[in-house]
């Protein structure tokens, strides 16, 4: 079973920081995906990555496979990416195993 | 991109009643959905693999009599809580995608229900 883990598991940051979360797993995978659940409870999928780097606005993901570790920054935070941040990895053919989350909280 | 509606979002009823959730996908064809159970601050937890035309996949723990899944079309999902008790109150979400073909997950909003 691949162990997820997060850090930090909370996180409160001003606006406009530069905001880091990490993820590690303990098996390998051939993809992860970032996931951004609002605090109504609904999931964006924000990133699938299986090797390298990702940008998509104000939001970067890489990926180390070796390593197995993979990082979501955030950009000039603002208040409305204040959310839980989860990362999933998985294999081809099996389901996703979901980290603890990580809680942003951006203050104005 | 691919959308899924889930319906409803929220149920307060009471001890003993059996509550249906809804997962529709709009404008792509599901052969498999997953459904998620998450406790308050907790990781989301997958409870079954719901395939169309064939009998959902359950993890272990999860019972399969008292989550009953229906998968009988490629855009529609279903989960029924039997005889729902305080201890079933949960976040529900379903979603589509990843898995086998390794494809984006598209979430639905979740279903909060309360078990009085």
């Known amino acids: 079973k691949n162990e997820v883990e997060q850090s930090p598991q909370n996180l409160t940051a001003q606006e406009g920081e530069f905001i880091t979360i990490n993820c590690s797993y303990s098996?390998?995978?051939?993809?992860l995906h970032w996931l951004q659940q609002h605090p109504g409870g609904g999931i964006v999928s924000l990133f699938m990555?299986?090797?390298g780097k990702k940008k998509h606005g104000r939001l970067i993901a890489t990926i180390n496979i070796q390593e197995k570790h993979s990082s979501l920054h955030i950009t000039a935070s603002h208040p409305r990416d204040s959310a839980v941040y989860i990362c999933?990895?998985?294999?081809?053919?099996?389901?996703?195993?979901f980290g603890p989350g990580t809680r942003l909280s951006v203050l104005p | 991109g691919a959308v899924v509606s889930q319906h409803p979002s929220r149920v307060i009823c009471k001890s003993g009643t059996s509550v249906k959730i809804e997962c529709r996908s709009l404008?792509?064809?599901?052969?498999?959905m997953f459904w998620y159970r998450q406790f308050p601050k907790k990781s989301l937890m997958l409870m079954a693999t719901?395939?169309?035309?064939?009998?959902?996949?359950?993890e272990q723990g999860v019972e399969k009599d008292k989550f009953l899944i229906n998968h009988a079309s490629l855009t529609l999902s279903t989960l029924t809580v039997t005889s729902a008790h305080p201890e079933d109150s949960s976040f529900y979400i379903c979603?589509?995608?990843?898995?086998?073909?390794?494809?984006?997950?598209?979430f639905g909003d979740g279903t909060r229900l309360s078990i009085l």
């Open positions: 999933a990895p998985h294999n081809y053919g099996q389901n996703f195993v």
């Open positions: 719901s395939n169309e035309g064939s009998k959902a996949t359950y």
């Open positions: 990555l299986s090797s």
């Open positions: 979603s589509f995608g990843g898995g086998v073909s390794n494809q984006p997950q598209h």
């Open positions: 098996v390998g995978i051939s993809a």
């Open positions: 404008d792509f064809q599901a052969t498999t």
